[in-house]
């Protein structure tokens, strides 16, 4: 069945760093999330991505859809304490409703 | 209240005990999901509701029986639940089956421990 590759599995970095986190698919996506999970809460959505080569950002985040459709991006630039959380990526593939998810990059920032 | 609601957020069980998990959305969503989530486990989809009809059952044993009332409500009764069955049980809906211009949107979860 599809599989999605989420890495790294964790980061430690200092407050201020930018982060670079990604999602490999073995197939081909339509559509990509990226979420939050905040300790103790549901997963919120950072940014949707629709289309092959998209980079979208909301606020300090950047997302990019790869160009093969099979990866994503994630950028955080400059830190701060509260990125703190488990973030996901997800894809969902042409002709299904279901969405696959990453496991998720657990991030902690030190300040 | 706005978004998807869970309650109730944390519930210990014994193997023997029925109960059920309860999820609200206000969100005029068409669909609703139940997810398990275990640690370092992708999320595990288990029932998928659309316009209150069943769409999806994933394998998932029969001592976990969801239930859609209505479009804004979603149940998950449970009954003589295995200690493996403890995780975070969320729920999702969306404006329609797997699509949505804001994808999936998440409860806070039940954090269920059974002992």
């Known amino acids: 069945g599809q599989q999605l590759n989420q890495s790294p599995q964790s980061m430690f970095i200092q407050e201020g760093e930018d982060v670079s986190m990604n999602c490999t698919s073995s197939s081909i996506f339509n559509t990509w999330l990226w979420y939050k999970q905040d300790p103790g809460e549901g997963p919120v959505l950072l940014i949707a991505?629709?289309?092959?080569?998209e980079l979208t950002s909301n606020g300090r985040l950047t997302a990019q859809f790869g160009i093969t459709r099979k990866d994503s991006f994630l950028n955080i630039s400059a830190s701060i304490p509260s990125d703190v959380g488990i973030y996901f990526c997800?894809?969902?593939?042409?002709?299904?409703?279901?969405?696959?998810f990453g496991t998720g990059t657990r991030l902690k920032v030190l300040a | 209240e706005t978004g998807v609601t869970q309650t109730p957020r944390h519930l210990v069980m014994g193997m023997t005990n029925k109960k059920s998990l309860k999820c609200e959305q206000h969100l005029g969503h068409n669909a609703m999901y139940w997810y398990k989530q275990s640690a370092k486990k992708p999320l595990e989809l288990m029932f998928v509701y659309s316009l209150e009809e069943r769409v999806e059952n994933n394998s998932v044993p029969s001592r976990f029986s969801p239930e859609c009332p209505n479009s804004s409500h979603l149940f998950l009764h449970l009954h003589t639940l295995q200690p493996e069955d403890s995780a975070l049980y969320l729920c999702?809906?969306?404006?329609?089956?797997?699509?949505?211009?804001?994808?999936?949107?998440f409860g806070s979860g039940t954090r269920l421990t059974v002992v």
């Open positions: 997800a894809g969902q593939a042409s002709g299904t409703y279901k969405y696959i």
């Open positions: 991505l629709y289309k092959a080569g």
């Open positions: 999702a809906s969306s404006q329609d089956l797997g699509q949505g211009p804001d994808g999936y949107t």
